[in-house]
Antibody
């Protein structure tokens, strides 16, 4: 069974760094792209970027380029989304999902709250 | 970026009645490989999104056959033949042809 299991909810202060994770199982992790999607409170889905764990090829939306870093450790079938300096506006639910031209499996989401 | 425009944004429907959601892209979604990468997702309250349809009209495993997708080029439609209570939620289209991928704004389906 394909599963994407994300790390737990985080509460951080502005300016802090954060790395959240997404562990894939039940399929060949290195053979599928993994993407990240943001959903701000009460809002729609925003495509952030994706990574191909097989060779770490990464594509970002211009809206998120330079704001976040997407990475992967294929040895533990895990993709990451990280921030070096969080802002209050980063408060959102973040989903990982499998695929490139479409997303067929989704993680359960990681809620990130940034507040002083 | 390719802009995906959905309508309506709010869709009150009576149980058992049909529903239709439109999605229009600012550029053709026909890929150079001949495929059209337009997907539909359902997000029920408090849940992760779930894919219903991929490549315009292909239903995912386990998706009831009351859901169907159609369209071509820049104009696409998701239809629900007879709305059930479990269909309440927000529906999104997404294009996977151009970089960056983009979603529509979402259509909130509610029971009248």
């Amino acid at each position: 069974e394909v599963q994407l299991v994300q790390s737990g909810a985080e509460v951080k202060k502005p300016g802090e760094s954060l790395k959240i994770s997404c562990k894939g199982s039940g399929y060949s992790f290195t053979s599928y792209w993994v993407g990240w999607v943001r959903q701000m409170p009460g809002k729609g889905l925003e495509w952030m970027g994706i990574i191909y764990p097989g060779d770490s090829n990464t594509r970002y939306s211009p809206s998120f380029q330079g704001q976040v870093t997407i990475s992967a450790d294929k040895s533990i079938s895990t993709a990451y989304l990280q921030w070096s300096s969080l802002k209050a506006s980063d408060t959102a639910m973040y989903y990982c999902a499998r695929g490139s031209s479409s997303f067929d499996y989704w993680g359960q989401g990681t809620l990130v709250t940034v507040s002083s | 970026d390719v802009v995906m425009t959905q309508s309506p944004l709010s869709l009150p429907v009576t149980l058992g009645q049909p529903a239709s959601i439109s999605c229009t892209s600012s550029q053709s979604l026909v890929h150079s490989d001949g495929n059209t990468y337009l997907s539909w997702f359902q997000q029920r309250p408090g849940q992760s999104p779930r894919r219903l349809i991929y490549k315009v009209s292909n239903r995912d495993s386990g998706v009831p056959d009351r859901f169907s997708g159609s369209g071509s080029g820049t104009d696409f439609t998701l239809k629900i033949s007879r709305v059930e209570a479990e269909d309440v939620g927000v529906y999104y289209c997404m294009q996977g042809t151009h970089w960056p991928r983009t979603f529509g704004q979402g259509t909130k389906l509610e029971i009248k």
